[in-house]
């Protein structure tokens, strides 16, 4: 080394230190190479609930199927209480769906991990024209919530992913998922929309940067469009994709001009499933996620995605599965993680059962719902907004009834997941 020209040396030292894990980056949850490895590098099987039905409510999860989109159950509602009360119905729900008690339960019951699906609305002002201004207006709710449930994960030593699950516009023509309106521009319909997306990710990462209890940034949730063939609503039989790479590629820029320390996730098109053009991508502390729904638990069911980790040599997740039987649920897990793939299960809770916690809901907002589901009369707005009222106090985890048998059937049964008692059995 003492023969080598000085310049030469130098050149070598930097190119060795670019190439090395920063020290906050070593504190951090990461993808090293086919694996999702913790701060000490060991290897990591996150398990998880996503918090569904808090910041993006579906229309199945509300018993109200046939509204789909949370915009439109919004609507509806505002029409018959008005929208100050529609407002002070959705604060409440957010103050008492996920608490403190929800995440602390997760962590005695064996799970390490929480999937957060966050709504862009919440978290930055629609303001017209901000794109040609450079102005943003942060909407400091969403943050508030996020660094709330940050705290009660590190109390649990737990994880989070942010995942960006209602983007501006909204990704795909399942509008349930991320709140679309089809009477607006979509987010790939508008560049401005898509600029909101990376000045969001931008803002999370300097908010967050330094915090590893945020195990990673899930960039965009279920994107399903056919950006070749208008026909192809989900974009299963996209060969190209050449839009959602182009913003994947720009985000991940502007997401590294600030945060080395986290961990990426990118979905597919087709709910999370196709990868086609999208591959490889060039950060290499990214990891892939698929969505597993519906689909046989069998080695072959998963073996495409295998092939995926493989050939780019990147850490599989799965980043969503639910909505099915205790028995399925029970295969589907083993068959995860029989190969190294962790998961996040969906959700913690809804009106309904096949989830850890159910919602139980009361007359007054059983009257409602029947009236929005077209099968009933419409109720006077006092007894609308009682009913709504009463569903937001009894979202609350003291409030819900568990289902030790769902929690089993994720975790095998065993001594360390104690019977939590929330409200009737």
């Known amino acids: 080394m003492r023969h080598f020209p000085l310049w030469l040396t130098s050149l070598l030292v930097a190119c060795l230190v670019s190439l090395a894990p920063s020290a906050h980056a070593r504190g951090f949850v990461r993808a090293d190479h086919q694996q999702i490895v913790d701060g000490k590098g060991n290897p990591l099987i996150l398990r998880g609930l996503g918090l569904g039905g808090w910041m993006v409510q579906e229309g199945y999860m509300m018993g109200l199927s046939n509204l789909k989109a949370q915009h439109i159950i919004r609507s509806r509602i505002s029409r018959i209480?008005?929208?100050?009360?529609?407002?002070?119905?959705?604060?409440?729900?957010?103050?008492?769906?996920?608490?403190?008690?929800?995440?602390?339960?997760?962590?005695?019951?064996?799970?390490?991990?929480?999937?957060?699906?966050?709504?862009?609305?919440?978290?930055?002002?629609?303001?017209?024209?901000?794109?040609?201004?450079?102005?943003?207006?942060?909407n400091e709710e969403g943050f508030r919530r996020v660094d709330a449930l940050i705290a009660w994960l590190k109390a649990n030593n737990m994880f989070l992913i942010l995942d960006m699950h209602a983007a501006p516009g909204g990704q795909g023509h399942d509008i349930a998922i991320s709140d679309r309106d089809p009477r607006k521009p979509s987010l790939w319909g508008s560049r401005d929309n898509q600029e909101k997306m990376i000045a969001l990710w931008s803002e999370i990462a300097r908010r967050y940067k330094d915090e590893p209890t945020i195990a990673g940034y899930d960039l965009l949730n279920e994107p399903n469009w056919g950006f070749q063939d208008k026909n192809d609503k989900g974009g299963c039989r996209e060969t190209g994709n050449v839009p959602l790479r182009d913003l994947y590629?720009?985000?991940?820029?502007?997401?590294?001009?600030?945060?080395?320390?986290?961990?990426?996730?990118?979905?597919?098109?087709?709910?999370?499933?196709?990868?086609?053009?999208?591959?490889?991508?060039a950060d290499r502390n990214t990891a892939?996620?698929?969505?597993?729904?519906?689909?046989?638990?069998?080695?072959?069911?998963?073996?495409?995605?295998?092939?995926?980790?493989?050939?780019?040599?990147?850490?599989?997740?799965?980043?969503?599965?639910?909505?099915?039987?205790?028995?399925?649920?029970?295969?589907?897990?083993?068959?995860?993680?029989?190969?190294?793939?962790?998961?996040?299960?969906?959700?913690?809770?809804?009106?309904?059962?096949?989830?850890?916690?159910?919602?139980?809901?009361?007359?007054?907002?059983?009257?409602?719902?029947?009236?929005?589901?077209?099968?009933?009369?419409?109720?006077?707005?006092?007894?609308?907004?009682?009913?709504?009222?009463?569903?937001?106090?009894?979202?609350?985890?003291?409030?819900?009834?568990?289902?030790?048998?769902?929690?089993?059937?994720?975790?095998?049964?065993?001594?360390?997941?104690?019977?939590?008692?929330?409200?009737?059995q």
Not at 252 to 281: F, K, Q, S, T, V
Not at 365 to 371: G, P, Q, T, V
Not at 394 to 422: E, T
Request: hydrophobic share 35%.
């Open 81 to 138: 209480i008005g929208e100050k009360k529609t407002e002070q119905f959705y604060q409440s729900w957010r103050d008492n769906a996920v608490t403190k008690a929800d995440i602390d339960a997760m962590a005695k019951w064996g799970f390490n991990s929480v999937r957060l699906p966050m709504h862009w609305n919440l978290f930055m002002k629609d303001t017209p024209g901000s794109t040609a201004t450079g102005k943003r207006v942060w």
């Open 249 to 281: 590629e720009r985000t991940i820029r502007a997401i590294r001009a600030i945060d080395d320390n986290h961990m990426l996730i990118i979905e597919g098109n087709c709910w999370g499933n196709n990868y086609l053009g999208i591959l490889p991508i």
């Open 288 to 424: 892939l996620s698929f969505h597993k729904y519906w689909t046989p638990t069998t080695q072959e069911s998963i073996e495409p995605f295998l092939k995926l980790r493989e050939e780019y040599d990147m850490p599989l997740w799965n980043g969503e599965s639910g909505e099915n039987s205790n028995d399925w649920y029970a295969r589907a897990v083993a068959l995860q993680e029989r190969n190294g793939i962790g998961w996040s299960w969906w959700p913690l809770k809804k009106i309904g059962a096949g989830n850890p916690l159910e919602i139980k809901t009361g007359a007054d907002y059983r009257r409602l719902s029947a009236y929005l589901r077209g099968k009933g009369k419409k109720p006077p707005a006092k007894v609308a907004f009682t009913g709504l009222m009463r569903l937001a106090a009894d979202s609350r985890f003291d409030r819900n009834a568990y289902h030790q048998d769902v929690v089993d059937a994720l975790l095998g049964a065993s001594d360390r997941h104690k019977k939590i008692k929330s409200g009737s």
